[in-house]
């Protein structure tokens, strides 16, 4: 997910420094009391009657559709509808026309569910009116990815022309995944530290868990998740496992370190995107001479390259966790809810780093490889990695008892995949070669919201 800041950009009364961008994350640090959940969850739509992705005027009928008949506000560009926004909620169009809502910091996890409920249903309503579904999938089943619809917004064929020059996955690392990402609060420099440990030591972990994509292009490509997967293809400077993470200097300014030299894909100025063509944004910072040296960087430039950054965990002024697929409605909650119960209780969020405490970046990048093929059967210190989630999985239901919200109802649905080994993946592969007879249009009725 690329975000970027659609007004026009004020330039600064002085020159940006990296203390300002270090600034910029710190003021992320809030008080327990208030720290909230956001969650953001991407889902493939198509034609029922077909099984093809749906077109390009499908979703522009079905954004007008939602807005007028929910009040919710149109977010156009050259005349389209590419959004929709209702307070601080957005709907959004990704590259290959996934529908993404982008929720409200909330509480607990039972306001997660209403909003996502909420969500399903507007969509719903309108989208069988008009005979289209949306699948919750990791990836485009059926289709190949000369039939995925390509949502003409400016700032998609920058970063299709990177992507094809820059990775072996080329734009396919967006144009057919659909993942699902919770975004959590910190109180201090410390405290993210430990959450960012944590989380990115755990994503393949929860990769495994929530994996979801075992089919393309009508058949069983492999994996169980091959989202996870083609990530691994993608552009290696903003992907991947971040193992300078784990080195004790490790802070704020160690991340701005890290962004300040990854390329930058995009400038914005009156609504209009400029290509930056590889140009560092500590080059853009530094003044170094390229073809946007009249340019002069802003605390919103930053906010939208770090927004082009896709490592498996991303800090913003809030962490993302970014390694599951999507899924079924209970899967989409039982991903905040382990979050949750792991990060937001001292006594489980330590335990986790204990257990951690040890794992070797080589490990980690092996989990990382190795997990999008073989899910929670991949083979971690002699024992499957089952066991790692069972001793999580029972570390974020007790963070969630300690809590007092009665969210524990939550991972029921992930409990019964750790409890087996058994990924959603493996499960639809099961149906495919068995009541399926290896026709994977069955799933467009078993994974449609």
């Known amino acids: 997910m690329v975000t970027a800041t659609a007004t026009s950009v004020v330039a600064a009364t002085k020159p940006l420094t990296k203390e300002d961008l270090i600034d910029y994350h710190a003021s992320g640090c809030k008080p327990k009391e208030m720290w909230r959940i956001g969650t953001e969850h991407e889902k493939i739509g198509f034609e029922v009657k077909t099984l093809r992705p749906i077109k390009f005027e499908q979703i522009t009928a079905l954004l007008n559709g939602i807005a007028e008949r929910y009040d919710w506000d149109k977010m156009m560009e050259d005349e389209r509808i590419i959004g929709l926004k209702q307070g ?85 690392v967006f144009l057919r995944t659909c993942s699902v990402q919770v975004n959590l609060d910190y109180s201090s420099e410390t405290d993210m530290i430990k959450k960012f440990r944590a989380s990115l030591a755990l ?70 995107y400029l290509n930056c063509k590889g140009m560092t944004f500590r080059d853009f910072l530094t003044g170094k001479i390229s073809h946007l040296s009249n340019e002069k960087p802003t605390i919103d430039d930053w906010e939208t390259h770090i927004g082009s950054i896709w490592p498996e965990v991303r800090l913003k002024k809030y962490l993302e966790m970014r390694g599951a697929d999507v899924g079924p409605l209970g899967m989409l909650c039982a991903l905040p809810a382990f979050w949750v119960g792991l990060l937001y209780d001292e006594d489980s969020l330590q335990t986790t780093l204990n257990m951690i405490d040890d794992w070797t970046p080589e490990e980690l990048e092996m989990l990382r490889t190795q997990v999008p093929i073989t899910g929670l059967k991949t083979m971690f210190r002699d024992k499957p990695l089952k066991h790692v ?55 467009f009725r078993e994974l449609r919201y």
């Open 203 to 272: 994503q393949p972990v929860v990769t495994a868990m929530f994996a979801n994509s075992p089919f393309s292009n009508g058949k069983p490509n492999g994996f169980v998740s091959v989202r996870s997967h083609k990530y691994l293809g993608s552009d290696k400077s903003r992907t991947g496992m971040l193992p300078f993470v784990f080195d004790d200097s490790f802070g704020f300014e160690r991340y701005v370190e890290y962004a300040l030299d990854c390329p930058m894909l995009f400038l914005i100025r009156n609504k209009t």
């Open 88 to 172: 601080m909620k957005t709907i959004t169009l990704e590259y290959g026309g996934q529908l993404e809502l982008s929720g409200l910091p909330l509480e607990t996890v039972h306001q997660i569910s209403d909003e996502l409920n909420s969500h399903l249903n507007q969509v719903k309503n309108v989208a069988e009116e008009m005979e289209i579904g949306f699948l919750g999938m990791g990836y485009e089943p059926k289709s190949s990815l000369e039939d995925v619809t390509v949502v003409r917004k400016r700032r998609n064929k920058i970063v299709a022309d990177h992507l094809t020059r820059s990775t072996s996955s080329g734009p396919d």
């Open 389 to 443: 989630a069972e001793e999580v999985l029972k570390l974020a239901k007790d963070g969630l008892e300690r809590r007092g919200y009665n969210e524990t109802g939550f991972l029921n649905a992930v409990a019964e995949v750790v409890r087996t080994g058994v990924t959603p993946a493996e499960k639809l592969l099961e149906l495919y070669n068995g009541d399926w007879g290896q026709n994977v249009d069955h799933v």
